[in-house]
């Protein structure tokens, strides 16, 4: 029904930055929220940043001042800038749509993942 794709992740050292983005296909009746999420081994999924339909955005306090989420004009694309970068934000980053794609379905999708990873 929707298909979410990642790009951008990659090696950097402290203090650099990086640009994800993930584009969706396909179709859905309402757009709830765009979101990301990143997982290191041997840790839950945790939420890093969040842009609802109105506009607002909602960050961890790990990332604020930081990270920044965005969506383009145009198409169904979701941006995390993230600079001054940390070893402990690697992970896995994922991007997360909450929409609605029928009258009756409300349903949650996933991007791939890719790989961050911050060392010297």
């Known amino acids: 029904q929707v298909q979410l794709v990642e790009s951008g992740g990659g090696l950097v050292q402290p203090g650099g930055s990086l640009r994800l983005s993930c584009a969706a296909s396909g179709s859905f009746l309402i757009l709830y929220a765009m979101s990301w999420y990143r997982q290191a081994p041997g840790n839950q999924r945790e939420l890093v940043a969040k842009?609802?339909?109105?506009?607002?955005?909602s960050y961890s306090d790990s990332v604020k001042g930081r990270f920044t989420i965005s969506r383009d004009n145009a198409q169904n694309t979701v941006y995390l800038q993230m600079n001054s970068l940390k070893p402990e934000d690697t992970a896995v980053y994922y991007c997360?749509?909450?929409?609605?794609?029928?009258?009756?379905?409300?349903?949650?999708?996933w991007g791939q993942g890719t790989q961050v990873t911050v060392s010297s």
């Open positions: 997360n749509f909450q929409v609605r794609v029928t009258l009756a379905a409300r349903t949650e999708y």
């Open positions: 842009l609802d339909s109105g506009g607002r955005t």
